[in-house]
């Protein structure tokens, strides 16, 4: 676990009464989720900006999953949920197959002991 540092940050009063409330409904501490909710909210601009990104042609498949910190597949996933088409012309084509070829052979390769 990487340490700790502390911040301050501004909220309105509802915001903070509005996670008080949720985090005695949970029975978790204030600052827990808090954390849980910044993480999920930073999951989500960068997965909203990769796949930005993605449309305007300015990354392959691969790089703005890479970019947004997600596994190509789960990538794949929120093009398919925000209903952002598969860009496929030939020369990209060839290029996502080399991509998605080196991501399942990695992903294949971790965890596993590889015969000789």
Known sequence: MTAARIT????PADDLDRLTEAAKRLKVERSSLIRRALDKGVREVLVEEALLQYQRGEASA???????????????DEMKAHGVPFRTDEDL??????EFRAALRKERGHGRSRRR
């Not at 947004?68 to 789960?74: F, K, P, R, T």
């Not at 084509?93 to 080399?98: A, D, K, T």
């Open 8 to 11: 301050k940050v501004r909220l």
């Open 62 to 76: 691969q790089a703005a999953a890479h970019w947004a910190g997600v596994s190509l597949w789960e990538f794949l």
């Open 93 to 98: 084509l060839r290029e996502q197959i080399g």
